[in-house]
């Protein structure tokens, strides 16, 4: 079938991701942040287990002589018991380990952001056609898969551990004192974590990749997108004005963007410049992209890839980049030169 314009077949231009991001639109594992709490408690209690353990050990020995006193003795104490010993010892801590971790599993996704707008209501959310969609879509089917895998994983690791290791935990432990008992508990709750730990980390992982391809395909334009953001950015001689004299330090996702849909890049010894033109979105052709040395490299590599017409002409290259300004029109000094390139090197 043939390909129309309507289809989404483009990769998102580095303009709509930074859009979709101001509005909080990122791909994101609910699963990241989850793995590193489980990781950072694990560690967290592995080495302040046993002073957890004394504490804990603290408040019932204290709690334990607290009907031996008079009401309003024993009322303070189990206040200040509960608050210093209970909450800010031992809950707090653990608390503040996972709220940590879990803003850190957020921040190294996709940073920080500030969006309000998705808690802006919208009749799409509340649409029951729209949300059956959203149920049997591709992306909530592998959601759920994953999350049966994740059950099935830790349900088999525990089957594992319990199986082997629950029964001689309780033969051994009938035999043990307290100090003992600690220790094949531990021992016990070492194994069941090393086994669980590795299979969150790696379902976190797939899971954090599917969201990144499905993120990137939703995102996906159509030809006529990218044609309409290119006349907004180029065509609008408001949006001229605002980045006249203004010189923007491009990154390589926004030079292979721009190298896309330039009509035509010319280069000279350790220098490419890459023009956009198409008839009615733009009066002139406009440069896209200027490059030196790697970056110049990287340019030529992007436009064998993409079938970008390439040419060698070092006085024009000189004067386009002496002259002209990324986002600007070329000079006029260059005109005659640029369209006799283009008519000839036809894209």
């Not at 990769?11 to 950072?40: C, M």
């Not at 504490?55 to 303070?76: C, D, G, R, V, W």
């Not at 001229?240 to 923007?248: C, D, S, T, V, Y």
Request: include cysteine.
């Amino acid at each position: 079938m043939a390909e129309t314009s309507s289809e989404k077949t483009e990769k998102a231009t580095p303009q709509k991701l930074r859009d979709a991001k101001k509005k909080g639109q990122v791909p994101n594992s609910k699963d990241i942040p989850g793995a590193l709490i489980l990781l950072a408690l694990t560690i967290y209690l592995w080495v302040m287990g046993d002073w957890i353990i004394a504490k804990m050990a603290e408040l019932y020995i204290i709690s334990y002589q607290l009907p031996t006193l008079p009401f309003n003795q024993a009322l303070s104490a189990a206040i200040k018991i509960t608050l210093e010993i209970g909450l800010f010892a031992i809950v707090l801590p653990i608390i503040g380990v996972a709220t940590i971790m879990g803003i850190l599993g957020n921040i190294v996704q996709f940073g920080i952001i500030f969006s309000f707008d998705p808690l802006i209501p919208r009749l799409s959310k509340v649409n029951p056609g729209e949300g059956f969609k959203r149920i049997f879509s591709m992306k909530q089917v592998v959601n759920t898969l994953l999350s049966l895998l994740k059950t099935l994983a830790i349900s088999i690791a525990l089957y594992i551990v319990m199986h082997v290791g629950f029964f001689q935990y309780m033969n051994e432990i009938k035999q043990c004192d307290i100090p003992c008992q600690k220790e094949i508990t531990t021992e016990l709750l070492k194994q069941l974590m090393m086994m669980i730990l590795p299979l969150i980390i790696v379902l976190a992982t797939l899971d954090l990749l599917f969201q990144r391809m499905q993120f990137e395909k939703d995102q996906r334009m159509t030809k006529e997108e990218i044609k309409r953001e290119m006349k907004d950015a180029y065509g609008d001689p408001h949006v001229r004005g605002a980045r006249q004299g203004m010189r923007r330090e491009l990154t390589e996702q926004d030079i292979q963007a721009r190298i896309k849909t330039a009509r035509l890049v010319i280069i000279d010894i350790g220098l490419a410049i890459a023009l956009y033109y198409e008839q009615d979105v733009t009066p002139l052709p406009v440069i896209v992209a200027i490059g030196k040395a790697g970056m110049a490299r990287k340019m030529i590599e992007i436009a064998q890839i993409e079938n970008v017409p390439i040419i060698s002409d070092a006085r024009l290259v000189a004067d386009l980049i002496e002259e002209g300004k990324i986002d600007q029109y070329i000079p006029t000094s260059t005109l005659d030169r640029v369209a006799k390139a283009m008519r000839n090197n036809k894209r």
